[in-house]
């Protein structure tokens, strides 16, 4: 039986419907069939001209929670699906990743300055959080019918900044199933004329946070050290070299933002996806990364001392939505959410935490024993062969070749196939 990279195109998507019950709908969504109407395109964004495709991969072998997943992914890079789908292979040897987030609870705030006294508003606006949470709450019925809602109100103060002192007014909201910037956003131009008549002050700023800390999603795997073995490498070695590796990423800055690079790599191609905003999912993992200071790895990893197996975890913000947004207008987002079968976003959350672990684990696999190039190159070739005009079985013989050759260049590939084409025009 052929193994899911070893299929053609139709064979593939033939396996996720058998496998995962995907309706023919889904499966063109999934393709690209009908993908984004020019005319839902000029509703998303302004100055419409066009659509732009991306490749949509599967990544397998992923368990989390205790079930089988079919991971999708849009990116353009290569090596990054085989990567995730290889790091799921790992954890699946230990019982696949255990992942969960927590409640959707965003952040937004409202700027306040010009105040005359700042104690006195501070004391003043605490002392209304009732009042204000439930104006914040007229503002969102729909989302209070579904179980979430304004939660809480805090006051932050900044006695001394550039443009005076000022306030940091948070309302924090139970946004549910949804990523939450408009609802946040809606309620905060709701309160934000008794926050000034309360405060004394003027309100400026009415925007939600991307650091969304009280929304954090975390996985953890178990890899026994014997599935780490691999060609001349032993399970003990390649685990103390993962080790290694993470504590370079662990005490030096310059290495944790490429390791957090490599996690992000997986953690985008899901969030895109799935029709999510992955800027915002970007920089609420970069800052929570640099929480103490530092730059810091957003995974660990560590050697159980009873069993010898590597444990690795990962806990990073997560403002994903399951509902409204691009899924909407998309089909391919869509369609990708109900491959995935997520029940609600905290559910999607967790799973995303996941893929990122599982990519983490293979890059620091690849980068500690045979480097990272062997396996993205040969992809890379493919790509370099394609930009030069090769196409069909001629892509696949001019990487080959490049690699053999270890050549691999843009212009050695140009090189190669118009050969190739000049020698294919002789003989016809």
């Known amino acids: 039986m052929k193994k899911f990279y070893q299929m053609t195109i139709d064979e593939r998507r033939n396996s996720l419907q058998a496998e995962f019950g995907c309706s023919e709908a889904d499966i063109d969504s999934l393709s690209g069939v009908p993908g984004l109407t020019e005319d839902a395109a000029d509703r998303m964004i302004e100055n419409v001209v066009g659509r732009y495709a991306l490749p949509l991969g599967v990544a397998r ?19 990054v699906v085989a990567a995730a789908s290889n790091g799921a292979r790992l954890a699946k040897a230990g019982g696949g990743f255990q992942a969960e987030a927590d409640a959707s609870m965003m952040i937004g705030q409202l700027q306040v300055l010009g105040l005359r006294d ?22 969102c019925p729909n989302l209070i019918r579904r179980g979430g809602g304004p939660a809480d109100l805090e006051v932050r103060s900044f006695p001394v900044t550039d443009a005076g002192p000022m306030l940091a007014v948070h309302l924090i909201m139970d946004v549910r199933d949804v990523m939450g910037a408009n609802l ?31 929304r954090l999603a975390r996985a953890s795997c178990r890899v026994p050290a014997e599935t780490l073995a691999f060609r001349e490498y032993d399970g003990e070695t390649v685990l103390s070299r993962i080790l290694e ?6 005490a030096d800055p310059y290495r944790a933002v490429t390791h957090n690079k490599g996690i992000m790599n997986g953690i985008d191609a899901v969030v895109l996806a799935t029709g999510n905003d992955w800027r915002a999912v970007e920089s609420g993992a970069h800052a929570w990364a ?5 730059i810091r790895p957003l995974s660990h990893w560590k050697k159980d001392p009873e069993s010898g197996d590597l444990i690795g975890t990962i806990e990073l913000p997560m403002a994903v939505g399951t509902v409204g947004g691009a899924t909407r207008v998309h089909p391919g987002a869509a369609a990708a959410l109900r491959l995935l079968g997520v029940q609600n ?29 062997r396996g993205h190159m040969s992809l890379h070739a493919k790509q370099l062969a394609a930009a030069a005009g090769a ?8 990487a080959a070749q490049m690699v053999r050759e270890n050549h691999i260049s843009a212009s050695y590939a140009a ?6 084409i000049k020698e294919s025009n002789h003989v016809s």
């Open 345 to 373: 976003a905290q559910e999607l959350a967790g799973i995303i935490a996941a893929v990122g672990l599982a990519q983490n684990l293979a890059a620091l696999k690849a980068l500690s024993t045979e480097g990272i190039q």
């Open 391 to 398: 196409q069909g079985l001629l892509v696949d013989r001019i």
């Open 61 to 79: 072998n992923f368990v989390i929670n205790g079930r089988e997943i079919a991971v999708p992914m849009v990116i353009e890079e290569p090596s």
């Open 118 to 139: 700042m104690n006195a508003a501070c004391a003043a606006l605490e002392a209304e959080k009732s009042q204000l949470l439930a104006l914040a709450a007229e503002s």
């Open 184 to 214: 946040i956003d809606t309620a905060l131009e709701y309160i934000a004329p008794e926050v000034e008549k309360i405060s004394g002050g003027t309100v400026r700023l009415r925007i939600l946070s991307n650091l969304a800390d009280r």
């Open 290 to 294: 640099a929480k103490s200071g530092q």
């Open 415 to 420: 090189e190669l196939t118009a050969a190739a």
């Open 245 to 250: 590796a993470a504590a370079f990423a662990e």
